[in-house]
């Protein structure tokens, strides 16, 4: 069973090396564990370092491309090596590599297709600032909303994921993919689980410079994904919100010596609400085609990589 760890850098020349040189390279029910850098467009010496350390392949975007772009490439270069399992870990050292066990054990016994390690097992460590644990949790609750499952931590970068699983990921933003994949696999009935795991705080985030970018990205992000999976869920929320207000300002306008309301406007909104409800009918039905398609075209490739052999 080959295992591969994909470590995503950005700038990290004075962490990655160390980072590197902590992976262990003997793990039980693993016969080979390769490390796969992502440079997303360092200008500093993290390639050399990486390389100095033992790396065992390093691809380099020109430029920086972003979290999430950098995790695909990560992931198309993870299933060109053959790999069963890949552990995602970040180049700044901040999760403990020594419990990559307790991520893949799961995995290798096919309790779980994905593995997350999660800070937040047991509440909010005392070497976390509160600030940030609450923004993560707001994420974290909105996720597990909209999934109708529940996480602890859905933006940590450390987590395992199984060959079926990376085989059938589909992350389109380049920002991030801490909560797309998770909403992702899920959707597409890959089973996830939570293991804790212990952590350093890293205090000059790379992702998240600005709050008020962050939490607008990643909303979009979000409700994206939902758009994608759940059309109908979404565009009939939507619909039912806007037929809501509608029936409600007509109730209103035919009290007697009330509020006046235009009947043309509420009875729009109405219709926009039957409208919305309608594309996201006609959305679902084009989704599902397209995903039976992908998953049609896996298939062949897979039955022609078996012939090959």
């Not at 219709?271 to 397209?290: C, D, E, N, P, T």
Request: charged fraction near 20%.
């Amino acid at each position: 069973m080959k295992l591969v760890i994909l470590m995503l850098a950005y700038n990290e020349e004075e962490r990655i090396e160390k980072t590197i040189l902590r992976i262990p390279r003997k793990i039980p029910n693993i016969d080979q564990v390769e490390i796969l850098v992502v440079n997303d467009g360092s200008t500093d010496n993290t390639v050399d370092m990486a390389m100095n350390a033992g790396a065992d392949k390093i691809i380099s975007h020109k430029t920086n491309l972003g979290v999430g772009a950098g995790f695909m490439t990560g992931i198309r270069n993870s299933i060109s090596l053959g790999a069963d399992i890949v552990v995602t870990v970040d180049a700044d050292g901040e999760a403990n590599i020594d419990q990559i066990p307790d991520l893949i054990n799961p995995i290798i016994n096919n309790q779980f297709d994905v593995v997350v390690g999660t800070r937040f097992w047991k509440g909010n460590p005392s070497t976390y600032k509160k600030l940030n644990y609450f923004g993560n949790q707001i994420f974290t609750k909105l996720v597990s909303f909209v999934a109708g499952h529940k996480f602890t931590d859905t933006q940590t970068g450390f987590r395992a994921y199984s060959k079926d699983a990376i085989e059938n990921i589909t992350v389109v933003n380049n920002f991030t993919y801490t909560q797309e994949v998770l909403l992702d696999l899920h959707f597409k009935k890959f089973r996830i689980g939570e293991t804790p795991i212990s952590f350093k705080h890293r205090e000059d985030s790379r992702l998240v410079h600005s709050i008020t970018r962050y939490t607008l990205r990643s909303l979009s992000i979000i409700s994206s994904t939902l758009v994608y999976h759940r059309p109908i869920m979404a565009f009939g929320l939507f619909g039912a919100l806007l037929s809501s207000i509608g029936i409600i300002s007509k109730l209103i306008s035919s009290i007697p010596n009330f509020i006046e309301i235009n009947s043309t406007l509420s009875s729009g909104l109405i219709l926009l609400g039957a409208v919305s409800f309608m594309i996201g009918l006609f959305a679902h039905i084009v989704f599902k085609r397209q995903a039976f398609s992908e998953k049609d075209l896996l298939e062949r490739i897979k039955r022609l990589e078996k012939f090959k052999e």
